[in-house]
């Protein structure tokens, strides 16, 4: 069942939840060995950056978030919707090796160069770093492949918007940019407390939390009824019976979704399947899913 939210205000948003205290002292920054996937970024050019901790909150056992300083990023790359950065995370055993993660910058500031980095709670080093680094640490971070995800036109009819808890920076900052167009956005939850999560509706807008279920099947069983009820309202007697009969344009729904990879790709399969064009359509993979996850899909 769609329901709405009123938008929350980011300074309601974070007195409502737990600061941090600062207790524990900052740690040098260690650098990350970025292995072969650090050797191509570099022979892409990827422009590199230190990030600097300025402060954390916890919004619930399973979110986290992290407020940091560019020292400089903002000012030589202005922020858009979705904008993303790859921050490189040491082995926690030790062995010196790394790993890249991306995330969405959060309420950009150029003005003090700083903004939020949010976390979805699980077992990694990603995860571990957010819930243990305090005032003052430092992260390494590269800028490539992130690019604006607003849709080519801006008279659309309706936004799908379709997520979890990894992709909601990104869609909430969507919320913030898109036209007055009303939007749906159906987000994935795995733990009861995802649902408490601000979303940042607006009067217009409706929201669809749906379980995590079959390997992501509950989610794109929700996506064809959003799509197929848009149809529905849209068709005049007689008319077309589905958006196969007739190619859609872009003046009539733009949807953007990202979650695990394999879901990723069977949601933009089923949007083309339902007429969209292709600009109409933006999707990317945020992680990856285990493997018989993989294997129930894309069996």
Same mark, same amino acid.
């Given at each position: 069942m769609c329901c709405s939210m009123q938008r929350p205000h980011p300074q309601s948003r974070r007195k409502a939840s737990m600061m941090t205290p600062t207790t524990a002292r900052a740690r040098a920054l260690r650098p990350v060995d970025r292995g072969e996937a650090g050797r191509i970024l570099a022979d892409l050019r990827a422009q590199d950056f230190v990030f600097t901790v300025l402060e954390t909150e916890r919004v619930s056992d399973t979110y986290q978030r992290v407020r940091c300083a560019g020292n400089g990023f903002l000012r030589t790359h202005a922020p858009y919707p979705t904008m993303w950065v790859r921050l490189w995370f040491t082995d926690p055993t030790g062995t010196g090796a790394g790993h890249q993660r991306a995330y969405t910058l959060v309420d950009p500031d150029v003005e003090t160069d700083t903004f939020w980095l949010e976390f979805?709670?699980?077992? %990694?080093?990603?995860?571990? !770093?957010? $819930? $243990? &680094?305090?005032?003052?640490?430092?992260?390494?971070?590269?800028?490539?492949?992130?690019?604006?995800?607003?849709?080519? =036109?801006d008279d659309v009819d309706r936004h799908l918007l379709v997520g979890d808890t990894a992709s909601l920076p990104a869609i909430n900052s969507l919320l913030d940019a898109v036209s007055a167009a009303p939007t749906t956005v159906v987000l994935e939850w795995v733990h009861p407390e995802d649902r408490a999560l601000p979303v940042r509706l607006r009067p217009q807008d409706s929201l669809r939390w749906v379980r995590r279920t079959d390997n992501g099947q509950g989610l794109l069983d929700a996506v064809d009824a959003e799509v197929a009820a848009f149809v529905a309202a849209d068709e005049a007697p007689g008319e077309r019976t589905n958006l196969h009969a007739t190619e859609a344009t872009c003046t009539r729904?733009?949807? !953007? %979704?990202? =979650?695990?990879?394999? &879901? &990723?790709?069977?949601? &933009?399969?089923?949007l083309r399947a339902a007429g969209l064009r292709r600009d109409c359509i933006k999707t990317l993979g945020y992680w990856l899913p285990p493997k018989e996850d993989d294997q129930a899909l894309a069996g």
């Open positions: 979805a709670i699980h077992d %990694g080093a990603a995860a571990r !770093w957010a $819930q $243990q &680094t305090v005032p003052g640490d430092e992260i390494e971070a590269s800028l490539y492949g992130s690019e604006p995800s607003l849709p080519d =036109c729904l733009f949807a !953007w %979704g990202a =979650c695990d990879t394999v &879901t &990723t790709r069977a949601l &933009t399969k089923k």
